[in-house]
């Protein structure tokens, strides 16, 4: 069993930034990958970044170059840095594990409970 908790989030300007971290007590494997997700309001969860357990990144397009995700492998903690934020950014971010070799939703393991992150102008 795993349980996974964000902190992090807040309402910020629009260029701000926010760390968001996402702490895991329980059984974390060498081969599972870390993974942030998004839900803004009424739509559907989409993945942002992920990270496997030798610290190679993953970023969908819209983040790249603005996000940075990172872990802490003695820490089991994984990190999102968010730099130059827009109001598309706006959401809740989980963050989740996953052993499936897949970062779709449905191959997620176990989830968070989110935080919210709010990008305004």
């Known amino acids: 069993q795993v349980q996974l908790v964000e902190s992090g989030g807040g309402l910020v300007q629009i260029g701000g930034s926010l760390r968001l971290s996402c702490a895991a007590s329980?059984?974390?494997?060498?081969?599972?990958?870390m993974v942030w997700f998004r839900q803004a309001p009424k739509k559907q969860r989409d993945l942002v970044a992920a990270?496997?357990?030798?610290?190679?990144?993953y970023y969908v397009d819209s983040v790249k170059g603005r996000f940075t995700i990172s872990r802490d492998n003695a820490k089991n903690t994984m990190y999102l840095q968010m730099n130059s934020l827009q109001p598309e950014d706006t959401g809740v971010y989980f963050c989740?594990?996953?052993?499936?070799?897949?970062?779709?939703?449905?191959?997620?393991?176990?989830w968070g409970q989110g935080t919210q992150v709010t990008v305004s102008s």
């Open positions: 329980g059984r974390i494997g060498s081969s599972t990958v």
């Open positions: 989740a594990t996953t052993n499936a070799g897949r970062l779709t939703s449905t191959a997620m393991d176990y």
């Open positions: 990270i496997t357990s030798a610290g190679t990144p």
